[in-house]
């Protein structure tokens, strides 16, 4: 991506972020402090999705800086990324109240606010971190079933898991949701040499990528 494509997503995020804060689409502007609208690399290659922004995110206005935040970046490392290479946002802007799962008007009114982030970053792989935002693209899948396989879906690589915040609640699950973290280091590899691939394929030849 180009320095100037790079200024461009920058400028189309912020715009994003400033309409997000300002948004009374659903009720819930009515109980937030600061709504959340993500943060990250504009250029990130990995994209994560989480479900909605929680007592410490709605102070703070960013994702993932409570508890589950902390568990998120060791799972990063995990998987050899660093929290300023990607990208981390939530289907939900704002905080449902005590911390509720989020209705389906609420995720329908944030929804093009995602879309557009999505269009803008273009991730190569998308990360879904817990059933709400793994509707998006798995609307008829349990997470129990699908967590940690890769899947291509249109122009990305999906990658439904588990959210952090459930493995510390279960720590049952904590073991499963490294171990997906740490398949997706060769996730994302092998997505970067399928993209570099088809950029050099003739149209008529398309690559197939062996982990999906």
Excluded at 62 to 69: H, S
Excluded at 108 to 126: D, H, M, S, T
Excluded at 178 to 202: S, T
Aim: hydrophobic share 40%; glycine share 6%.
């Amino acid at each position: 991506m180009s320095e100037e494509r790079t200024e461009n997503a920058e400028e189309r995020l912020a715009e994003i972020a400033a309409r997000v804060r300002a948004c009374t689409r659903c009720d819930l502007w009515r109980t937030r402090t600061q709504a959340v609208p993500g943060e990250g690399n504009p250029r990130a290659e990995v994209m994560f999705i989480g479900e909605a922004p929680g007592y410490h995110e709605d102070r703070q206005g960013r994702p993932f800086v409570g508890a589950a935040g902390q568990f998120l970046n060791e799972l990063l490392a995990r998987a050899g990324l660093r929290r300023e290479e990607v990208y981390i946002t939530n289907v939900v802007k704002c905080r449902p109240p005590g911390n509720r799962d989020p209705l389906p008007d609420e995720i329908a009114a944030c929804a093009p606010y995602l879309e557009e982030q999505l269009a803008v970053i273009r991730p190569r792989v998308v990360v879904t971190l817990g059933r709400y935002s793994m509707a998006r693209w798995f609307p008829n899948e349990k997470i129990s079933r699908i967590h940690g396989q890769a899947r291509r879906i249109g122009e990305y690589v999906v990658v439904p898991m588990y959210h952090p915040a459930a493995a510390l609640h279960q720590p049952a699950l904590k073991e499963l949701v490294e171990k997906d973290f740490d398949k997706l280091r060769e996730i994302v590899a092998q997505a970067r040499a399928e993209a570099a691939a088809a950029a050099d394929a003739p149209p008529e030849q398309p690559q197939q990528m062996r982990l999906f």
